[in-house]
């Protein structure tokens, strides 16, 4: 027998009790646990936003965010002039076209130069198929506010497809490809008869990688499929930068440029410095980061409610092990008086109570584990979800953006990385990446060290108990 | 050697305070065995705890050896318990959900006795005390109280202690086994030079003792011995 299995013994001594005590405690720490995972993967995503599209600025002409057309179009000069600004690290152009089956142009090129900006989305005929069905988005292409669409908006009634011209393989906001098969166009700087194409236009289409289809009579190959992870996104086609200015008859001109900037603190400057340098009245300079600012904000907030969470939760596992602790040093008041009266240091008390909390939490421990590994993911979405139902309103606003034009591009895709609420999935995926051992050991980590605090209280309660309590009745 | 001075514990009970023990002196000779009767209440048990450190006088001291315990720190008192003092409860206080060699062994963990040490000498003391072996590993509230006091009797002997303080050991045990209990008892203090203070209510028991006393009304006696020592 020593100090240990003394501690051992005692906390099964009253077996319902302890299984009771177990369970509140797993409750508790089971809840501390979820939520500090909840709090990692928040923290996780908030980064993860921040760095993907905090730092990338989005250029399209002026006027170019409005249905009101003039501006001159953007050109590859001006690229080179916010090249060179400070802190710029890429600037890559993109065209957009309008993909038109060919039945369908007669009745929409009469609008061609109605929207904006300057009427420089060139439109194109194809033998594709939209993947989109039309009827369902001509409605809400009259309400099609501005936010979404960056430059490639637009109002037919019949749905095209987006082409975009790319100088790099990212998407219209600047976001990396995700190719799914098949490989990336490779030279980005050249013309090439290849193109990526999105999933499902892929799927209506019949077409796989190396399948051929055609833009204005001219046949090109499918190098790969792209998932933007939106239908919007997938009904689209990429080619590089100089295929579409060629497509467009319009060499030199760009729709859009996406600059990357160093870092998130030289944002601000450098959204003022490419402004200048390009001047107002031929560039609008919009920040990505700045659709999102609510996102991650609210995530924010999430994050730090999950953390409140779990210093109550973890504050809660340390009051119910002083209780505990505290009940069982009154329970066994006589049994300390005989302990002292055979010679026992009031620290061996001390330490025997100590260990036995632990035990407690110990076995608290696994079963919160296992409670926590089951409800982390389930937590974090209630959190998340009930956390951004404020912010839900202006997001469908920007929704019904992207339908009416945002799917061309620019908007786009800043929709699939914004939707930081409606990419609950892609959260319960950082969540189970963030419930690493390394997390759920730091927290019970935090769980032992709160209860040994706990335990302490009433084990330093033990040292004021005389011996003389021996002879005293039960 | 034990000198007790002029020793008073009081009690407050309700508006009244009563003295149990109210100006005790007596000297105990190392390795001697004597008694102590009184009636019931009459503060046999609380002489003892103040003999013990278990208490602290109200008044007076109690000199071991020439170490005053009135002068002590609590942790040098534990300590005194530890090493010197062997207790027999009245109410046995053994640790319930232990075995009973467990409670033997329990205050030789506390001086800092090996493991194994500790079991061969619980083991022994257990068959010394005539339990049978076959009850040494079962817990305490699975023996009788004849059994659990002879559990009682070995945890005090287990640190060799040079003052055995016994508060009535033979009360819950028959003839027999009484006769043998005393029989121990009194060898260890002619054996080994152990001083054994016993209260009792058996006068046969008494009569074994080299001294006797009687507690009344605070106050202690030394019965003069009608008979030879032993
Ligand atoms: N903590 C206490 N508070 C108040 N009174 C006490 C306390 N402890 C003991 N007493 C009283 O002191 C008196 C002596 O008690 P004690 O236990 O010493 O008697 P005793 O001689 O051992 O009796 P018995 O033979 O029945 O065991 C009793 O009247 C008892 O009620
Ligand atoms: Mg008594």
Redesign the interface.
């Known amino acids: 027998?020593?100090v240990l299995a003394?501690s051992v013994?005692?906390a099964f001594?009253n077996k319902i009790r302890t299984a009771a005590v177990v369970a509140v405690l797993a409750v508790a720490i089971g809840l501390a646990l979820a939520m500090l995972v909840a709090n990692q993967a928040v923290g996780a995503k908030v980064q993860e936003l921040n760095a993907s599209v905090g730092t990338t600025l989005t250029v399209n002409p002026a006027g170019g965010q409005g249905f009101e057309g003039g501006g001159e179009p953007l050109t590859a000069a001006q690229a080179q002039t916010v090249a060179s600004v400070t802190n710029v690290t890429s600037v890559v152009g993109t065209k957009a076209l309008r993909l038109q089956t060919a039945t369908a142009e007669t009745s929409t090129t009469q609008q061609g130069g109605g929207f904006g900006p300057g009427g420089q989305q060139a439109s194109v005929t194809t033998n594709l198929t939209a993947a989109i069905d039309a009827g369902t988005l001509g409605n809400r292409n009259g309400s099609a506010t501005n936010t979404g669409g960056t430059g490639t908006t637009q109002r037919v009634r019949t749905l095209p497809i987006a082409a975009t011209g790319i100088g790099a393989e990212v998407d219209s906001a600047g976001k990396a490809l995700d190719i799914t098969s098949g490989t990336g166009l490779g030279d980005y700087t050249t013309a090439q008869a290849k193109a990526l194409v999105g999933t499902t236009l892929a799927q209506k289409n019949n077409l796989t990688a190396g399948s051929t289809f055609t833009i204005q009579d001219k046949t090109f190959t499918v190098a790969g499929i792209f998932d933007a992870g939106t239908a919007f996104g997938n009904n689209a086609v990429y080619v590089t930068l100089p295929e579409a200015q060629t497509l467009a008859a319009t060499p030199d001109e760009l729709s859009t440029m996406i600059v990357t900037v160093n870092s998130m603190e030289n944002v601000d400057s450098t959204k003022t410095a490419v402004q200048s340098a390009l001047g107002t009245s031929k560039a609008d300079v919009t920040q990505g980061q700045r659709n999102l600012e609510t996102a991650v904000s609210s995530l924010d907030s999430v994050k730090n409610i999950s953390l409140v969470a779990f210093i109550a939760a973890l504050a809660t596992a340390g009051l119910i092990i002083l209780l505990i602790m505290v009940m069982l040093v009154r329970e066994r008041r006589?049994?300390i008086g005989?302990?002292?009266?055979?010679?026992?240091?009031?620290r061996?008390i001390g330490l025997q109570f100590v260990l036995e909390s632990l035990v407690l939490v110990a076995l608290g421990s696994v079963v919160g584990a296992a409670i926590a590994s089951l409800a982390s993911g389930g937590i974090a979405s209630a959190l998340i979800s009930s956390n951004t139902s404020t912010t839900a309103a202006p997001t469908t606003q920007r929704g019904g953006g992207f339908g009416g034009g945002g799917f061309a591009g620019g908007g786009f895709a800043g929709g699939g990385q914004g939707g930081p609420f409606g990419g609950a999935s892609q959260l319960l995926t950082s969540v189970s990446a963030s419930a690493s051992p390394g997390v759920i050991a730091a927290g019970i980590a935090a769980v032992f060290a709160v209860a040994i605090i706990g335990a302490l209280v009433p084990a330093l309660l033990t040292a004021r108990i005389?011996?003389?309590e021996?002879?005293r009745g039960e | 050697m034990i000198v007790v001075k002029d020793l008073v514990r009081q009690f407050k009970s309700g508006d009244r305070t009563i003295k149990p023990v109210n100006g005790v002196s007596f000297e105990l000779e190392k390795g001697s065995l004597a008694s102590i009767v009184g009636k019931s209440g009459s503060g046999k048990s609380t002489l003892l705890s103040l003999l013990g450190a278990l208490d602290k006088p109200t008044s007076g001291d109690v000199v071991v050896d020439g170490v005053s315990l009135a002068g002590l720190p609590d942790s040098k008192l534990t300590e005194y318990r530890r090493r010197d003092i062997g207790f027999v409860f009245q109410q046995f206080n053994l640790i319930p959900n232990l075995r009973a060699v467990d409670n033997v062994m329990l205050p030789m963990e506390f001086a800092g006795v090996r493991k194994a040490a500790r079991l061969k000498r619980a083991k022994e003391l257990l068959e010394q005390v005539q339990l049978d072996p076959e009850k040494q590993s079962r817990r305490i509230n699975r023996l009788s109280g004849g059994e659990q006091q002879r559990v009682a009797i070995a945890r005090a002997l287990a640190n060799e202690p040079k003052l055995i303080l016994a508060d009535e050991p033979t009360g819950n045990l028959d003839e027999q086994t009484g006769e043998h209990i005393i029989e121990l008892l009194s060898s260890l203090s002619r054996d080994h030079n152990t001083t054994i203070l016993v209260v009792t209510h058996d006068r046969s028991l008494a009569q074994k003792t080299e001294r006797c006393f009687r507690l009344q009304q605070g106050r202690l006696t030394e019965e003069v011995k009608s008979g030879l020592h032993r």
């Open positions: 027998m020593s003394r013994g005692n001594r006589r049994e005989v302990l002292k009266a055979i010679g026992a240091r009031n061996t005389r011996p003389i021996v002879l």
